[in-house]
């Protein structure tokens, strides 16, 4: 069993090689359940590419974008990489 800790370490690491990114902030931290498994759901915050922001865009919407990582709770897997809707982007 991973902790919380473990979890979040492992969905920074994971965004990192997957991503091509080095920093991120933690905004959400659930336990959850995903194909019948145990998981740490783990959201993390990064900025927008600015090709894809205009300068209204940028003015009028989060210039954020969420990811969230599934890690396994028993063996520290990443199960799965979700983009994160907000409210404002729905």
């Avoid at 783990?42 to 205009?54: C, G, H, M, N």
């Amino acid at each position: 069993m991973i902790d919380i800790k473990q979890a979040v370490q492992i969905a920074k690491v994971k965004a990192a090689e997957m991503l091509g990114k080095s920093s991120f902030n933690l905004e959400e931290i659930e336990r959850d359940s995903y194909k019948s498994r145990d998981v740490w759901s783990i959201t993390l915050s990064l900025p927008k590419e600015a090709d894809q922001l205009t300068t209204f865009a940028y003015l009028s919407t989060n210039p954020l974008q969420y990811k969230r990582f599934l890690i396994d709770a028993e063996t520290g897997e990443l199960l799965a990489m979700k983009l994160r809707e907000t409210a404002a982007s729905q």
